[in-house]
């Protein structure tokens, strides 16, 4: 098996949608490692359909991929089938296998979620109240349902179990959670496999593509704590959560934005509260793809960059939303911090980085329209210095230059992860 992983470097918001699109015409399989309904991706095909998918796959607009949702996901199965419907309408009818390990979103998941947040006020993270940090907890806490216990003898009493503790106060009863179980997995029934059976047996020579969603600063454990997501993002959990046999070679991706975007909560040194941000977000449609919340936009920050790359073995490094910078008469990249009297170049992930603010270097703008261009030499000079600079800043060759959100719109540098 040859794998590989497509992570964010930041926060989320990326686009590795679209690089991952991208990567699986060349993939017998895609893979979700982790993660749940709480963030999306967003794929325009060359005909300029746009889908924004949550918990599928982004290979599902590939007739010949396989599309597992791993044993790492929290999974809505009601949202699933909708999502499923929303393809197959459009056309589409993915191959899905769905990974008996995975665990269940239910209901009273997503009432915890949006009382947790309620009940924290000004102190909230940030969550999209889809139900998932409270699903991961049941699954830390050995009370989770998954796919696989959706015969088990027992499944009445430990809904029973999980409501009690989860959500005591919910209006909801026990018979009313296990009809909607029924309802919205039996649709399901024909995908639920052990997928880690499947991929060894099946694809032991397949090429294998992985898919995160959010970014390295989100990681639970290596992410800007306590404003992260509930599971693992990093590169290194691909084979885990993706409940993958070992690969026989790994070749690791990483996608960062040509400025820099954040949904949610968390300290962003580099954030614009002015003109320049709002201007940005209006022409270039930055808002969420899951909640539709407007995205904190700023310059290019390096020093975060650097640190999300650094969490990972990467290989390659793809840079998006190139286009989106043409015409902007504002071009900066934060090159360290200054905290107090010091100037750094470390990221801190203690509650210093509250108090970091950025040191910018300035940068031309270009005025030409470079949406759709595939060839480096045919970007505007200015262009290709804002990406030789951001090169050096981060210390990695950018490899993957996305100039625009249909599948071609990419100029390639060396850019070969597939044998």
């Known amino acids: 098996m040859q794998l590989v992983t497509v992570t964010g470097a930041t926060w989320g918001d990326e686009g590795k949608g679209r690089v991952v699109d991208y990567l699986a015409e060349q993939a017998d399989v895609v893979v979700r490692f982790q993660g749940g309904s709480n963030a999306g991706h967003t794929l325009v095909t060359e005909t300029g359909r746009t889908f924004h998918l949550h918990l599928i796959p982004c290979g599902a607009l590939h007739a ?102 989860a959500r005591p106060d919910s209006p909801r009863s026990v018979s009313d959670t296990l009809a909607w179980v029924h309802r919205w997995t039996s649709p399901l029934e024909d995908f639920i496999v052990d997928t880690r059976r499947l991929l060894s047996d099946e694809y032991a020579d397949a090429r294998v593509l992985a898919e995160a969603q959010l970014g390295a600063l989100r990681d639970r454990d290596h992410g800007i704590y306590p404003w992260v997501t509930s599971s693992h993002t990093l590169s290194r959990y691909a084979v885990i959560g993706g409940g993958l046999p070992r690969p026989r070679k790994q070749v690791n991706v990483a996608v960062i934005k040509a400025f820099s975007s954040m949904v949610g909560a968390g300290p962003m040194p580099v954030e614009d509260r002015g003109m320049w941000a709002d201007r940005l977000r209006q022409r270039t449609g930055e808002f969420g793809a899951t909640t539709r919340r407007p995205r904190r936009l700023g310059p290019f920050d390096a020093v975060a960059v650097r640190h999300g790359l650094d969490l990972q073995e990467v290989d390659h490094v793809a840079m998006t939303r190139l286009d989106s910078l043409s015409g902007e008469t504002r071009l900066e990249i934060n090159t360290h911090y200054r905290l107090d009297d010091e100037i750094s170049s470390h990221y801190p992930l203690d509650r210093t980085l509250e108090r970091c603010a950025p040191v910018f270097e300035r940068h031309d703008a270009w005025s030409q329209d470079c949406q759709g261009t595939d060839e480096w030499h045919a970007l505007p000079v200015e262009a290709r210095r804002y990406v030789e600079a951001i090169e050096t800043s981060i210390d990695r060759t950018i490899d993957c230059i996305s100039t625009g959100p249909k599948r071609h719109d990419l100029i390639e540098r060396g850019f070969d992860v597939w044998e």
Do not use: C
């Open 64 to 165: 010949h991929t396989l599309n597992v949702l791993g044993p790492g996901m929290v999974i809505n199965p009601e949202q699933l089938v909708a999502e499923l419907e929303m393809l197959r309408s459009a056309g589409f009818d993915p191959r899905l296998a769905i990974s008996e390990l995975a665990t269940i979103v239910m209901p009273f998941h997503v009432e915890a979620d949006k009382a947790n947040e309620t009940l924290l006020g000004e102190r909230a993270i940030g969550s999209t109240r889809q139900g998932v940090g409270p699903a991961y907890v049941d699954r830390a806490a050995r009370r989770a349902i998954r796919f696989a216990d959706l015969d088990s003898p027992d499944l009445t009493m430990r809904i029973q179990d999980a409501l009690d503790t």
